[in-house]
T-cell receptor, first 115, second 113 residues
Framework: GENVEQHPSTLSVQEGDSAVIKCTYSDSASNYFPWYKQELGKGPQLIIDIRSNVGEKKDQRIAVTLNKTAKHFSLHITETQPEDSAVYFCAQFGYRGGSNYKLTFGKGTLLTVNP | DAMVIQNPRYQVTQFGKPVTLSCSQTLNHNVMYWYQQKSSQAPKLLFHYYDKDFNNEADTPDNFQSRRPNTSFCFLDIRSPGLGDAAMYLC????????????FGPGTRLLVL
């Protein structure tokens, strides 16, 4: 299957704290897991991704970890700032053969960073 | 600087009146996608073009059609919009050798009266 479950649906933190969003996937053949940030009224923006041959990837204040055995991956944001407030979507890439493939998204997490 | 451009950003149409949304890209990517995103939900893939090959998702209603006259442009046609079609419509692109990495446009918000 191509199910992606994302938790929590909402997350509120104080500026400077860390935020963690977790996703679980079902397609064991998936090998690519991006995270998108969507601000109000805008399209999703790719912020970080990870492939199945690594367990962790970091880019400044954001990091993603992947546990292929357990089929879950997480987004970590440290030293949060008010401009980090947005909806965050995880996704998995599933290849179904030929030109048949798709990104399946989680339901999103609304992150609010309070000043 | 804009890489994936969608016009218009907001579109109001009447129930049953055909509407066309447009997407253009300056990335020269071979693959273009259309997603529907309803309020507080995840984007849902409608269909995509792999070069000129059209790939429809099984659960995309027949009411939704698409055209891709050239590499840069792709259109979403909604033949008879219903109230349930009000949503944000997102266009995305990717390279053929990196299909998983998709770049999204800003979206067109469609309102059906």
């Amino acid at each position: 299957g191509e199910n992606v479950e994302q938790h929590p649906s909402t997350l509120s933190v104080q500026e400077g704290d860390s935020a963690v969003i977790k996703c679980t996937y079902s397609d064991s053949a998936s090998n690519y897991f991006p995270w998108y940030k969507q601000e109000l009224g805008k399209g999703p923006q790719l912020i970080i991704d990870i492939r199945s041959n690594v367990g962790e990837k970091k880019d400044q204040r954001i990091a993603v970890t992947l546990n292929k055995t357990a089929k879950h991956f997480s987004l970590h944001i440290t030293e949060t700032q008010p401009e980090d407030s947005a909806v965050y979507f995880c996704a998995q890439f599933g290849y179904r053969g030929g030109s048949n493939y798709k990104l399946t998204f989680g339901k999103g997490t609304l992150l609010t960073v309070n000043p | 600087d804009a890489m994936v451009i969608q016009n218009p950003r907001y579109q109001v149409t009447q129930f049953g009146k055909p509407v066309t949304l447009s997407c253009s890209q300056t990335l020269n990517h071979n693959v273009m996608y259309w997603y529907q995103q309803k309020s507080s939900q995840a984007p849902k893939l409608l269909f995509h073009y792999y070069d000129k090959d059209f790939n429809n998702e099984a659960d995309t209603p027949d009411n939704f059609q698409s055209r891709r006259p050239n590499t840069s442009f792709c259109f979403l046609d909604i033949r008879s919009p219903g109230l349930g079609d009000a949503a944000m419509y997102l266009c995305a692109t990717s390279r053929t050798d990196s299909k998983e990495t998709q770049y999204f446009g800003p979206g067109t918000r469609l309102l059906v009266l």
